[in-house]
């Protein structure tokens, strides 16, 4: 079946560092989606990529899709505290079911 | 997402029990999940439906069934709970076709002593 491998696990960081994470597919991806969950709080959606190399920025976050629509990252500039929380990406399995991938959890040090 | 309601928001029971958690939306959305997020694993798929007629299994089904009483609601039943049950739970929701945006509820904390 469909695999989705998302990395790092975790990620400390000190305010103003930038952050990454990274989901890898096994098969190739019809699009991908970013969500964000804050400590305590439910998974809220960020964006959905489609095309193959997109990339799209929403303030000091980016998002890209790989060429081969099989990986894609996310990037926050000089994070800030209000960043923690833990960040999933998303992709369409068969069926129209959406599977997770586990999760990059943030934590940024005032 | 105050548009998509779970309750109870936290429930303690004991093995064995037959155990209930409801959704409602109010999001107008055919689609309707049910998630368990454990630490470390992400968000794993329960059930699913598409519509009132349609349900679907997901990826960790066992010991768990489901019900759409209506469009708007979309309840989880786990007939004899048992420990490794212990999760956080969520509904979630989404629209039209294709794969579009999921809109969560706010969670169920449920601890099986």
């Known amino acids: 079946g469909q695999q989705v491998m998302q990395i790092p696990q975790y990620q400390h960081v000190q305010e103003g560092e930038d952050f990454t994470t990274y989901c890898n597919s096994s098969?190739?991806?019809?699009?991908i989606q970013w969500y964000k969950q804050r400590p305590g709080g439910h998974p809220v959606f960020l964006i959905q990529?489609?095309?193959?190399?997109e990339v799209k920025k929403q303030k000091r976050l980016t998002f890209q899709f790989g060429e081969a629509k099989k990986n894609s990252s996310l990037h926050i500039t000089a994070t800030q505290t209000t960043d923690v929380g833990t960040y999933f990406c998303?992709?369409?399995?068969?069926?129209?079911?959406?599977?997770f991938g586990a999760g990059t959890r943030l934590f940024v040090k005032a | 997402d105050a548009d998509v309601t779970q309750t109870p928001r936290n429930r303690i029971t004991k093995t064995g029990k037959r155990i209930m958690l409801e959704c409602s939306q109010t999001?107008?959305?055919?689609?309707m999940y049910w998630y368990r997020q454990d630490p470390g694993l992400g968000l794993r798929l329960i059930y699913y439906?598409?519509?009132?007629?349609?349900?679907n299994k997901g990826e960790i089904s066992d010991g768990y069934s489901v019900s759409r009483q209506a469009q708007a609601k979309f309840s989880l039943s786990l007939e004899s709970a048992i420990p490794n049950q212990t999760a956080l739970y969520f509904c979630?929701?989404?629209?039209?076709?294709?794969?579009?945006?999921?809109?969560f509820g706010d969670g169920t904390r449920l601890s099986i002593l």
């Open positions: 979630a929701t989404s629209g039209g076709k294709g794969n579009q945006p999921q809109h």
């Open positions: 098969t190739t991806l019809s699009n």
């Open positions: 990529l489609v095309k193959s190399g």
């Open positions: 998303a992709l369409r399995a068969g069926g129209f079911k959406t599977i």
């Open positions: 999001k107008g959305h055919d689609r």
């Open positions: 439906s598409f519509d009132v007629k349609d349900i």
